[in-house]
């Protein structure tokens, strides 16, 4: 199968040959020249989340492997990866928003449309993180949480961490309450640059700089956290997006270390 609308990618991880990593398009050509919509929580039937995911996963080099992912939550829970007979059932059944694992062959991911993607390697110490980073888990602080997992269990070196931002709501589209953007006031009292005010006491959101910063705090380095700024709203048929179509489907950030 070819797919169509180029995969997207980290420059700065693909440094590294010892990760296979891409964010999914929206679609792809099937064996019968049709543009089909990419369908990977069962939107239809389980056979065609599988065989969307395989199709997805063998694109990027990964092959005879499925993808680990927990049940997203939008809360601050993490899952690390550290049984390598674990089946992906089971990892499937896990309410968690982040996944670490240093096990080599064992893709990891996170799915998305609006929400931030997070991608985190340890070049040093070889251990992948992919982070589901919503409102909500942002506002828990969930990238900084991962970061102080990765040091509690493997030893991770903040300033070492390499980190990438896929596709996301940005700040032009996400218009929120103060409801929604009073905790990020109390966590930020003294930065503005994570919004900007809308209409009736409105204002948009930039989950990005709010987890750029979150990661700062952290001692993630600026000069390695990387973002592909791809706002999804602003995307048209390019990229899944929940506030432009409501019910739609979503989008695949992996990531795998060669085994």
């Given at each position: 199968m070819n797919i169509l609308l180029k995969?997207?990618?980290?420059?700065?991880?693909e440094t590294f040959p010892e990760l296979?990593?891409?964010?999914?398009?929206?679609?792809?050509?099937n064996d019968q020249g049709e543009i089909e919509d990419f369908s990977f929580l069962g939107n239809d039937n389980f056979g065609k989340t599988k065989d969307h995911l395989k199709v997805f996963l063998e694109s990027i080099g990964i092959t005879n492997s499925g993808l680990f992912?927990?049940?997203?939550?939008h809360g601050d829970k993490i899952f690390v990866l550290n049984d390598a007979d674990l089946a992906f059932s089971d990892a499937m059944k896990i309410s968690a928003d982040a996944l670490l694992t240093h096990i080599p062959g064992k893709p990891i991911g996170v799915?998305?449309?609006d929400c931030l993607p997070i991608l985190v390697y340890d070049?040093?110490?070889?251990v992948i993180g992919a982070i589901h980073a919503g409102r909500k888990g942002s506002e828990q602080s969930i990238l900084f949480k991962?970061?102080?997992?990765?040091?509690?269990?493997?030893?991770?070196r903040p300033e070492e961490l390499v980190v990438g931002f896929g596709p996301a709501i940005g700040g032009c589209c996400?218009?929120?309450?103060?409801d929604c953007a009073q905790p990020f006031k109390k966590i930020f009292p003294d930065e503005t640059g994570w919004f900007r005010a809308g209409l009736s006491g409105k204002c948009f959101l930039d989950l990005i700089a709010v987890n750029k910063m979150e990661g700062e705090k952290a001692g993630l380095l600026q000069k390695n956290i990387f973002s592909m700024d791809h706002c999804t709203?602003?995307?048209?048929?390019?990229?899944?997006?929940?506030?432009?179509?409501?019910?739609?489907?979503?989008?695949?950030?992996?990531i795998m270390l060669r085994p």
């Open positions: 995969k997207l990618k980290f420059n700065q991880f296979v990593h891409a964010v999914s398009p929206r679609c792809f050509e992912f927990v049940n997203q939550v799915f998305t449309a070049p040093r110490l070889k991962v970061v102080r997992e990765m040091g509690r269990v493997y030893g991770s996400y218009e929120v309450g103060e709203c602003c995307s048209a048929r390019k990229m899944y997006s929940y506030r432009r179509e409501g019910k739609t489907g979503r989008i695949l950030s992996t």
